[in-house]
């Protein structure tokens, strides 16, 4: 299993990210442990993640590997929930293009087959104007060369993750999503044997990403690499 690496990152848009070689790979679908380090310089400082992120460490995930530009926070939070909205279509195409830039820089590449996000139910998409996160996955597409496709749907509403603890994230996601059938296993034109990058705005515990990468991956896809413009560090 090739790695993308887990990256800790700096808190603001104008700080070098951390990139693949900096960090630790994220384990996933074949049983690695999660060791979520992630050092710059060999330390840690304003603005930037800790050393070590406590909640990741010693976890294990059903994706194959994480790209994250930034640490959650500030401006950067200020940016992504600002491009969560449409209206902001042009910051959240800087946003998936600097992240799509971040994927490809990576050493040990691998271009994903196709390109998906996490999709949005419809009334939030109504309320918002559209769904920023399908904007970003766009833009990561243009970048990497692969096609963007809308693979996973939501089966029933979900409460923002934000309000929960963890374990109420875990409850608000199990089976909320499915795989459309056009993509299913054994289906023409599906992911069986596909690597499947799946971009997100924020990373915070994993709940999300790991619930749809697991359907992907019973969906037939050989490798699920998530890429997220944040991630939310605990203590941070």
Request: aromatic share 4%; net charge positive; charged share 25%.
């Amino acid at each position: 299993m090739e790695e993308i690496g887990d990256q800790s990152a700096a808190g603001k848009a104008g700080d070098r990210p951390v990139g693949a070689s900096q960090g630790r790979p994220v384990g996933a679908s074949q049983g690695r442990r999660v060791d979520a380090s992630g050092q710059l310089d060999g330390k840690s400082s304003a603005g930037l993640a800790p050393a070590r992120c406590g909640h990741c460490r010693d976890r294990r995930f059903a994706f194959d590997g994480v790209t994250a530009l930034w640490l959650y926070q500030d401006c950067v939070r200020d940016a992504v929930v600002a491009a969560k909205y449409p209206s902001h279509a042009a910051l959240g195409e800087v946003l998936g293009r600097r992240l799509g830039q971040q994927v490809v820089s990576h050493r040990g590449y691998e271009r994903p087959d196709f390109v998906t996000y996490t999709p949005s139910h419809l009334r939030r998409q109504i309320a918002r104007g559209g769904n920023g996160v399908e904007v970003m996955a766009k833009a990561v597409s243009r970048v990497v060369g692969s096609p963007c496709r809308s693979i996973v749907r939501l089966n029933r509403p979900i409460s923002k993750q934000a309000w929960l603890d963890d374990e109420q994230r875990q409850q608000n996601v199990r089976g909320a999503f499915g795989v459309k059938k056009s993509y299913a296993c054994c289906s023409r034109g599906g992911i069986s044997d596909s690597h499947v990058l799946l971009v997100d705005d924020v990373l915070t515990t994993g709940a999300t990403a790991g619930e749809i990468a697991g359907l992907l991956g019973c969906a037939g896809a050989r490798r699920v690499s998530l890429a997220v413009v944040a991630r939310a560090v605990r203590g941070s």
